[in-house]
């Protein structure tokens, strides 16, 4: 799995944490259920399935004691349940579940009975799970329910194991990210983190699919413009690129203690790092970030517990939010194959031998 730092593209000043991903933020887990089937079309079978779920775990204890949370909306063509709740109350109180636009209620579904499961008291109070979409229907057959109750289970189980390994999590065409094209080529999930100079750690989690292959730029190098353009149609005729409108959830992760008016801050960050890859949000593009803190708690009626930080304190965040969202971003298309999928249509992979080569010819390698 070849990342942004392995071709020597170091994003920004401050150090990466020991997996570079959000599983540097003590107690958080992330986990995918990758759904990949090659079946007749509808109604004879279910077609062609590329896609799936991932769940970000930030609390096992998120509803007993939620986590200050805020979010942003750079562009809102898009869905995340639970976010209007999370913006008004400045909380979190469910892991973060992310899939393809049409498998939402399916994931919630599943969310709502996990969440019920793991605290009967859900059922006297219940709970809005955060559940956060993009279309993967240029890849994934959308005619067919292609997640199942048991691949969210299956998801938040390996999100309960991550938690506290060394080893970096699987990125690019894995989960949720399985059907996602990001700026013409395969793209997904990405992930990264920095240590602040203060010793916080912030992590940025994006499901990228999004982006025109013209802009893409990495690190200040204009790759997209220097990369040949695919000019192929698949067997309908049809343009075999996807539009360059798609999506971006994006998830800041941070154990410094912020309260949810500073976590919307950090969200709204998000957005820089995507502009710095070339994004410009799209009209048909639904661009919707949260962050999370795991050490700003409150109880069941939000009263705080514990110190907050906040004012200038924040800059060292906001630099390391802009840092990784950009990272991530690159990360999830350096780690995704070459994917085909439905109708013919495919999603090249990024090469990362041809962005070395580009990095040398710019003097940057």
Aim: charged share 20%; with cysteine; net charge negative.
């Amino acid at each position: 799995m070849t990342r942004a730092r392995d071709l020597g593209i170091a994003i920004g000043t401050l150090t990466p944490g020991p997996t570079n991903s959000v599983l540097d933020v003590s107690g958080v887990g992330l986990g995918h259920a990758t759904v990949h089937r090659d079946e007749p079309d509808p109604p004879q079978g279910r077609g062609i399935a590329r896609t799936g779920v991932s769940v970000l775990l930030v609390a096992e204890d998120s509803y007993t004691r939620p986590l200050c949370a805020g979010g942003a909306v750079l562009n809102g063509a898009g869905e995340c349940t639970g976010f209007l709740t999370a913006r008004e109350w400045g909380t979190l109180e469910t892991p973060i579940y992310l899939t393809s636009t049409m498998q939402l209620g399916r994931v919630y579904d599943a969310a709502c009975q996990i969440a019920y499961e793991q605290n009967a008291a859900v059922a006297d109070d219940v709970v809005i799970p955060v559940v956060g979409e993009c279309d993967d229907s240029f890849l994934n057959d959308c005619r067919r329910m292609q997640v199942t109750d048991a691949d969210v289970r299956a998801a938040y189980a390996a999100a309960l194991d991550s938690r506290g390994t060394a080893v970096p999590p699987k990125q690019g065409a894995v989960g949720a990210g399985t059907g996602m094209t990001c700026f013409e080529f395969k793209g997904g999930i990405g992930t990264s983190s920095r240590v602040t100079v203060s010793g916080h750690t912030v992590a940025v989690l994006l499901l990228t699919n999004f982006g025109e292959r013209k802009r893409l730029t990495i690190d200040g190098v204009p790759v997209g413009r220097h990369l040949p353009v695919s000019t192929d149609t698949d067997t309908d005729g049809l343009a075999s690129l996807p539009a360059p409108a798609g999506s971006c959830i994006g998830v800041v992760v941070t154990d410094a203690p912020v309260d949810g008016a500073d976590c919307a801050r950090l969200a709204r960050r998000i957005g820089l790092g995507l502009a710095r890859t070339g994004s410009t949000a799209h009209h048909g593009s639904g661009e919707i970030f949260l962050a999370v803190s795991t050490t700003a708690r409150t109880d069941r009626d939000g009263k705080p517990s514990g110190e907050r930080i906040g004012g200038r304190a924040l800059d060292e965040l906001f630099e390391a939010v802009v840092d990784t969202a950009e990272e991530s971003c690159l990360d999830s298309m350096l780690t995704a194959p070459t994917t085909a999928g439905r109708a013919g249509n495919t999603s090249p992979g990024l090469d990362p031998e041809q962005v070395r080569s580009l990095f040398q010819e710019h003097g940057r390698g």
